[in-house]
């Protein structure tokens, strides 16, 4: 049998390669992946078996259930204030993974280029190159605690420039965007007419009581704005795999036109335990709680490692960390770690090429317990290293 092109370019992921490489190992401490160890709410769950009790488990409309698009519509309301009609601006995917997957799909022909702000989410650059587009980079820097910035956006721009992926608050650096940077880049993105494609998946998940801002409010934005979200993140329901994203009409119905033919439309139980997580009756606030009390074990912890520095963790669950201190890579520090101590983490070059090279990427998806286990087998392999 013989592989397209296309396939036999796709590259294994390093967070996956390493991930499995891991699996070899007994007791390890996994650090890789953002997948929550929460429970959904309790509500959430039962809506889904009462879905599945009842029968309500075949295909729904490629866009979604209409109940869900109008929850979905008045969500949107409170965050932006703001209108989108649910039959028409509101598409319902498999997880954000697929609204991205289909504006990008929708939006990008081959040769375009699209600008990403690095280190950025793998799943981006790879999609990208897969349509015959080209990713193109704008390094963020630690300094900058790994906030674009605007004039370097500007810079990258030429003639091919189709769009800009904007990821706040970011994985991996947990990076959130202010306001006035939103601002200025929306004002470039009017002025060189590109689509904006903004991935606010970790939006309810800041922490010190902030609120993150979107581009989408900005002036001008509405009609170049694709907001990707989903409730993998904010609902902990990874596996139920629903998202969604919001868009101008000519963008949804290509998106729903070509939906129908990968997937049909989202599992129908979780699309029904969707709209139950957008009623008035779901508290989800023991998620970020969660998290932000992971995130200042996280801080404590670091703060006996010297040779580890974070930029601060001001929202999602990954701290990006430079371990240039140690006299190792990222990369050495991540195998060595994993061989020597079965702690998993990624490094950070994996988000963005060399110029991360000195970063690792912990996700802190367990309890502070593990957390801290964790920590201590990191501070015991820095030890024997000085010891050797
Ligand atoms: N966007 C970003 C930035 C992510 O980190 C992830 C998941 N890791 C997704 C989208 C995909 O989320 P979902 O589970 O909703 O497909």
């Known amino acids: 049998m013989k592989l397209s092109q296309r396939a036999l370019n796709l590259i294994p992921s390093e967070p996956r390669r390493i991930y499995d490489e891991a699996k070899k190992y007994t007791h390890v401490i996994d650090l890789t992946l953002g997948d929550p160890d929460l429970p959904p709410p309790s509500n959430v769950q ?3 078996c009462k879905a599945i009790r009842e029968g309500r488990t075949r295909y729904s409309a490629n866009a979604g259930l209409p109940q869900l698009r109008e929850k979905i519509a008045a969500d949107a309301a409170k965050e932006y204030n703001m209108t989108f009609d ?9 997880g954000a993974m697929e609204s991205a997957y289909l504006s990008l799909w929708s939006l990008l022909n081959e040769g375009d280029e699209a600008i990403i702000p690095a280190p950025f989410w793998i799943n981006y650059g790879e999609v990208v190159k897969s349509l015959g587009a080209k ?3 704008v390094e ?8 674009v910035r605007p004039e370097e956006i500007e810079k990258k721009i030429s003639s091919c420039t189709r769009l800009l992926i904007l990821n706040s608050p970011a994985n991996p650096t947990g990076a959130v965007i202010p306001g006035k940077v939103l601002d200025q880049i929306a004002d470039i993105a009017c002025k060189y007419d590109l689509t904006v494609v903004s991935d606010e998946i970790y939006s309810h998940l800041a922490f010190d009581g902030q609120k993150p801002e979107s581009i989408l409010t900005r002036p001008g934005m509405r009609e170049r704005t694709v907001v990707v979200n989903g409730f993998s993140k904010r609902f902990a329901m990874t596996g139920w795999r629903v998202g969604w994203a919001l868009a101008p009409e000519r963008l949804v119905r290509a998106m729903t036109q070509m939906t129908e033919n990968i997937v049909a439309c989202a599992p129908l139980p979780s699309q029904y335990a969707a709209i139950e997580a957008l009623s008035d009756r779901t508290d989800e606030s023991y998620i970020r709680r969660e998290f932000e009390k992971r995130r200042n074990c996280v801080l ?4 006996t490692i010297p040779e580890i520095r974070s930029m601060g963790i001001p929202a999602t669950f990954y701290a990006f960390l430079d371990v240039s201190r140690t006299g190792m890579s990222g990369k050495e520090f991540a195998l060595e770690l994993l061989k020597s101590k079965q702690v998993a983490l990624i490094h950070g070059s994996a988000y963005g090429g060399d110029a991360y090279k000195d970063f690792i990427r912990i996700a802190f998806t367990m309890q502070c317990g593990e957390l801290r286990k964790a920590f ?5 392999f820095l030890a024997e290293r000085k010891a050797k």
Not at 140 to 147: N, W
Not at 300 to 303: A, P, T, V, W
Not at 376 to 380: S, V
């Open 46 to 48: 039962e809506a889904a």
């Open 86 to 94: 649910p039959s028409s601006e509101i598409i319902v995917t498999v």
């Open 135 to 137: 990713p193109v980079f």
């Open 140 to 147: 963020t820097r630690p300094e900058d605690s790994f906030i």
């Open 300 to 303: 404590e912890e670091l703060e």
């Open 376 to 380: 201590a087998r990191i501070r015991e």
